[in-house]
């Protein structure tokens, strides 16, 4: 029998969170400093010290207390673990680790907005001497603004996954890992029949299972788009904020979840039953997502205020304590 140790217990601990559909990426590298830490520590025997937790709690001269939270929070998440396990590991109280989900601010476009943002793309395209800007950026944008898409999503829809004649995309590789059809509105699908039947005689679109390939036939990274949506937000004079503060790429897909909540505020639809299916379309694990965009709603729509607060007060309390 081989000995335990903690860098022993580390994979099995990153094997279970995997074994349940996390890929768990990031965290495994943070891990993996945890383990050169502990060595240094506890010499790799299988526990997780106070001294341990002690020097990994400190906070760096470089980082945030976003990021040394998140740190604080993958080493919480071990120690629950190892006690789950039997091993000896000292509790962290969650409040050195707190899940702050939305410090940011996301940036919501208005109407005119999204219409010059789209406008500017095509006209971008059009005139670009580099023909993969003018047949696929367009419509990738139309999805991002009308469908609310993770750009990741976006890039690695396959051929095979859009069904015109359903008009519906299947979304294999989302976040939470778990599959998803959408139904998308006639202009789109549109614009997507049109983008297929120009590219079918191009050999790099024919080749590749991507229905969105870069230049090569591989998925585009999500960086490219995003440094050209910086370039088309100049040219339509909507200015970048700096570093952390937007508006970023992924505030098209906030943009759209209000969009959809004000949209079914103002018709008087019954958000109790409607904020689930906006949870299932844009592949959130939970309603916390959703009614936080309600939130940002009344933000963003101080005359509905008074029906949300009135009918739905118990999904944001906020809005209720403000009104004392």
């Given amino acids: 029998m081989s000995e335990i140790t903690f860098e022993s217990i580390v994979h099995n601990y990153i094997s279970e969170k995997r074994a349940i559909g996390k890929q768990f990426i990031h965290e495994e590298r943070t891990l993996r400093r945890i383990i050169n830490l502990q060595q ?66 996301p940036y919501i476009f208005s109407e005119r907005q999204l219409e010059a943002i789209l406008e500017a793309i095509d006209q971008y395209c059009q005139s670009s001497q580099w023909v993969f800007y003018h047949l696929e950026f367009p419509v990738v944008f139309r999805l991002l603004i009308g469908c609310g898409l993770r750009i990741s999503e976006s890039l690695a829809i396959e051929k095979d996954d859009y069904d015109h004649e359903r008009q519906t995309i299947l979304l294999r590789k989302t976040k ?62 909507i200015s970048h904020q700096g570093r952390g503060k937007g508006p970023r790429l992924h505030d098209l897909r906030h943009t759209y979840a209000v969009r959809a909540i004000n949209k079914w505020v103002r018709e008087g639809k019954n958000l109790t039953t409607c904020l689930p299916y906006l949870a299932i379309y844009m592949g959130h694990s939970g309603l916390k997502s959703s009614e936080h965009y309600l939130r940002l709603t009344t933000q963003m729509f101080p005359e509905l205020l008074a029906k949300v607060n009135h009918y739905y007060s118990w999904i944001i309390p906020e809005v209720q304590s403000d009104n004392k």
């Fill in 40 to 105: 240094e520590i506890d010499h790799g025997r299988p526990v997780l010290s106070k001294e341990l937790f002690k020097k990994w709690a400190e906070k760096t001269s470089w980082e945030n207390d976003n990021n040394r939270a998140g740190r604080i929070s993958v080493l919480r998440g071990l120690s629950n673990y190892m006690i789950r396990q039997q091993y000896k590991a000292v509790v962290i109280p969650v409040k050195y680790a707190p899940t702050s989900d939305y410090n940011y601010v």
């Fill in 176 to 237: 939470n890992r778990v599959e998803r059809i959408i139904p998308i509105a006639d202009s789109i699908a549109i614009r997507i029949n049109e983008y297929i039947l120009v590219t079918q005689g191009l050999r790099v679109f024919t080749d590749s299972d991507l229905l969105f390939p870069n230049p090569e036939g591989n998925q585009y990274s999500s960086g490219t788009y995003y440094h050209f949506f910086r370039r088309i937000l100049w040219q339509v004079g």
